[in-house]
Nanobody, 126 residues
Framework: QVQLVESGGGLVQAGGSLRLSCAAS????????SGWFRQTPGKERDFVAG????????LYADSVKGRFTISRDNAKNTVYLLMTSLKPEDTAVYYC???????????????????WGQGTQVTVSS
């Protein structure tokens, strides 16, 4: 079992930046895909970005492409999401998740992921 803890959320003005971190503990290894998702009240959890086990491959939702960057430091068992040019519509609870994988394939469906963090709130004011 992998435990995930997100941090770095907060309140920021539109156009600003935040960096989220997701620290993993427990049965960690680099053989998993990591993803960031976000959810607003009453809506489904949406894929934001994903990164392959070695960090070679990344995938982004169209809505964040060019503004968000996902990265990972396997030595620290931590995945990051750098968010720039933030917009009010980026306001959500952000979750990180992991999926055991032996390939470079990154999936968008949240039901494919095995472990989830508790989430961190990001609020972007206009």
């Amino acid at each position: 079992q992998v435990q995930l803890v997100e941090s770095g959320g907060g309140l920021v003005q539109a156009g600003g930046s935040l960096r989220l971190s997701c620290a993993a503990s427990g049965r960690t290894s680099s053989t998993y895909v990591s993803g960031w998702f976000r959810q607003t009240p009453g809506k489904e959890r949406d894929f934001v970005a994903g990164i392959s086990r070695g960090g070679v491959a990344t995938l982004y939702a169209d809505s964040v492409k060019g503004r968000f960057t996902i990265s990972r430091d396997n030595a620290k068992n931590t995945v990051y999401l750098l968010m720039t040019s933030l917009k009010p519509e980026d306001t959500a609870v952000y979750y990180c998740a992991t999926k055991a994988s032996s390939t470079l394939v990154i999936v968008r469906a949240p039901e494919e992921y095995d472990n989830w963090g508790q989430g961190t709130q990001v609020t972007v004011s206009s």
